[in-house]
């Protein structure tokens, strides 16, 4: 089974600041994805970065960067030069590499980010 | 190109009816899978369909049904709604072969 664990349930950041939500998890398959997902409270889900767990490079997407740390189980999101809109929920969610029959993602229980002017 | 859609937005429903859900994936995407939101379990898989068939399936009872369609459209129905069933719904489409899934906005049910 595949567990993911968010330990800070709130962040505050600076706008203009950068700010990095934690997220570990635990996994017996060898090979998995790990993405972060934002939630503002409209309640859509959006997808902002992925990493496989074979991927030699950490990912980046503009402003996003995932921290990957095979051996310490860790991912790690930072944001960087924080925006009043990058207030939201963010979550940190793990599936198999790339599915199958077994596909399925799981998530932690979010951090909830606010940017303060 | 055109996001998940998900229909409708709210649905507030009466203990004991049933709920029909509608999701349209991104095009070309063949898989969609379901996902509960509440405030107490957090999110949870229902279940995921590729091509017509159910691939996965979460660990919910067999009240919560879905299907797809050969378009790729899918639904998820809910018979014998109970309070307990009051959550976000959110569907999900991926393409094939690929991890990533992309989300629609999600159907808000209330169960009264």
């Known amino acids: 089974a595949q567990k993911i664990t968010q330990t800070q349930p709130g962040m505050f950041v600076q706008e203009k600041e950068a700010v990095t939500l934690d997220c570990t998890y635990d996994t017996s398959d060898p090979s998995y994805g790990l993405f972060w997902y934002k939630q503002p409270s409209s309640g859509e889900m959006i997808f902002l970065i992925y990493q496989g767990s074979y991927d030699q490079q950490n990912a980046t997407e503009g402003r996003y960067s995932l921290n990957f740390q095979k051996a310490r189980k860790s991912a790690n999101l930072v944001i960087s030069a924080s925006q009043l809109g990058d207030s939201a929920m963010y979550f940190c969610?793990?599936?198999?590499?790339?599915?199958?029959?077994?596909?399925?993602?799981?998530f932690g229980k979010g951090t909830l980010l606010t940017v303060n002017p | 190109k055109a996001g998940v859609t998900q229909t409708p937005r709210y649905l507030i429903k009466t203990r004991g009816q049933q709920v029909t859900l509608s999701c349209s994936p991104i095009s070309g995407h063949r898989s969609v899978s379901w996902y509960q939101q509440t405030p107490g379990q957090g999110l949870q898989f229902l279940f995921e369909y590729f091509s017509e068939t159910q691939r996965n399936k979460g660990n919910f009872p067999g009240r919560f049904s879905g299907r797809q369609f050969s378009n790729s459209r899918s639904e998820m129905n809910v018979s014998t709604l109970e309070l307990g069933d009051s959550a976000l719904y959110l569907c999900?489409?991926?393409?094939?072969?690929?991890?990533?899934?992309?989300f629609g906005q999600g159907t808000r049910l209330t169960v009264v």
């Open positions: 969610a793990m599936s198999p590499r790339r599915g199958g029959s077994n596909y399925k993602l799981t």
């Open positions: 999900a489409s991926r393409p094939t072969g690929k991890a990533e899934a992309f």
